[in-house]
């Protein structure tokens, strides 16, 4: 399985997006999804996972704010960011399992 990240971009503070990552190669849908973010100089952290069977968990500084779905027709995994902050500003990475990682897509918020 490959998967490929997509999505991100500039956008204001208060502003959203939605960052898709879709597999190829093989199904994902029985495989944890999560996303990662990567600030400049700092090390990757969890943002958001979904379980095979839909369930989510956040990470607590994105609660409320972002939402990680799953579309199996499409193979493909979302994370939707509504009210962006400049400390969401960050290279975003999906991984399946935390085994198979994207290639990563990048974030601006300015303020």
């Known amino acids: 399985v490959q998967l490929q990240a997509s999505g991100g971009g500039l956008v204001q503070a208060g502003g959203s997006l939605r960052l898709s990552c879709a597999a190829s190669?093989?199904?994902?849908?029985?495989?944890?999804m999560k996303w990662f973010r990567q600030a400049p100089g700092k090390e990757r952290k969890f943002v958001a996972s979904?379980?095979?069977?839909?369930?989510?968990y956040y990470e607590e500084s994105v609660k409320g704010r972002f939402t990680i779905s799953r579309a199996g027709a499409q193979n493909t995994v979302y994370l939707q960011m509504n009210s962006l902050k400049p400390e969401d500003t960050a290279v975003y990475y999906c991984?399946?399992?935390?085994?198979?990682w994207g290639q990563g897509t990048q974030v601006t918020v300015s303020s």
């Open positions: 991984t399946a399992e935390g085994t198979i």
């Open positions: 190669g093989g199904t994902i849908s029985s495989y944890t």
């Open positions: 979904i379980w095979s069977g839909g369930s989510t």
